[in-house]
């Protein structure tokens, strides 16, 4: 996973060795949703509503090898302060072999939590904070299964076809993302 933002790279960049800068690793992404307790007179409980303001916070790790010991120890005081505070996140996902997917996100530099230099090597962590994450138009994007985000299955009303087994009875369709229909 490689990820950058306004254009400056985080990781990796996908032409420096991957020895001298890593991609992400230890990635991990808290999404969350402002939720509002609704309290109705004399009702028994309070029901929550979902405000659809959604929040994804991405955290992930890079160990990057430096020329010297001093310029290692420059790059863990300056990073922060010299990286974008914020713009258009971009997150190039797939291993080597694969087709890429690129998902993208309007995000902040929310915080650099641990940054430390032993010898040449620093190791930083990242966080960043911004609204949904999307997957650009193109990419294809694959479900366990093997089918694409843009085909949809449909299931007979009433059960299965034969009472047996779910995966027999789904049958594949396309669909048209523009018409919101199925072909």
Not at 122 to 128: H, I, K, P, Q, S
Request: hydrophobic share 45%.
């Amino acid at each position: 996973m490689r990820i950058s933002i306004n254009n400056s790279w985080l990781t990796n960049d996908g032409v420096s060795d991957l020895k001298s800068w890593s991609d992400a690793h230890e990635v991990r992404l808290n999404g969350r949703q402002v939720v509002q307790d609704a309290q109705f007179l004399r009702a028994v409980s309070a029901e929550p509503l979902a405000r659809g303001n959604a929040v994804n916070e991405l955290q992930f790790s890079v160990t990057q090898q430096h020329a010297s010991v001093a310029a290692a120890a420059a790059f863990a005081l300056t990073a922060f302060s010299t990286l974008p505070a914020g713009g258009t996140a971009t997150v190039v996902c797939g291993a080597y072999g694969e087709s890429p997917v690129t998902c993208t996100f309007a995000a902040v530099l929310a915080a650099m939590p641990v940054c430390s230099f032993r010898g040449t090597r620093t190791d930083v962590t990242f966080v960043l904070r911004g609204g949904a994450i999307t997957a650009l138009a193109g990419s294809a994007v694959a479900t366990v299964d093997g089918a694409s985000f843009a085909t949809v299955y449909g299931y007979p009303a009433g059960g299965s076809v034969d009472g047996g087994n779910l995966a027999d009875a789904l049958t594949p369709a396309e669909l048209a993302l523009d018409a919101g229909t199925l072909v």
